[in-house]
Nanobody, 118 residues
Framework: QLQFVESGGGLVQPGGSLRLSCAAS????????MSWYRQAPGKERDLVAS????????HFSDSVKGRFTISRDNVKNTVYLQMNSLKPEDTAVYYC???????????WGQGTQVTVSS
């Protein structure tokens, strides 16, 4: 059964850091590129970062480049998003999905809320 389970969100002050995790199942994780997305209230879901199946390729949106990193563990079927130097505009629900700069599956997890506020 296809499933994405995101975790690690929370409330953090501007300039702080968080590490998000997404445990995936129901497809061949090790052969799939993975991506993180975020959706702020009243806005569309936007791509944040992508990583190739063997971690050789990475892509970041301009808004997070230099502050966020993406990594994966193909044994644990988990993709991570390390977020540093967080800004209030990073506040959103964060989701993961399979695919390189686009999502493969219509099924989404519940997401994890990230709130950056003093």
């Amino acid at each position: 059964q296809l499933q994405f389970v995101e975790s690690g969100g929370g409330l953090v002050q501007p300039g702080g850091s968080l590490r998000l995790s997404c445990a995936a199942s129901g497809f061949t994780f090790s052969s799939s590129a993975m991506s993180w997305y975020r959706q702020a209230p009243g806005k569309e879901r936007d791509l944040v970062a992508s990583i190739g199946s063997l971690s050789y390729m990475r892509h970041f949106s301009d808004s997070v480049k230099g502050r966020f990193t993406i990594s994966r563990d193909n044994v644990k079927n988990t993709v991570y998003l390390q977020m540093n130097s967080l800004k209030p505009e990073d506040t959103a629900v964060y989701y993961c999905n399979a695919g390189w700069k686009t999502y493969v599956y219509e099924n989404w997890g519940q997401g994890t809320q990230v709130t950056v506020s003093s």
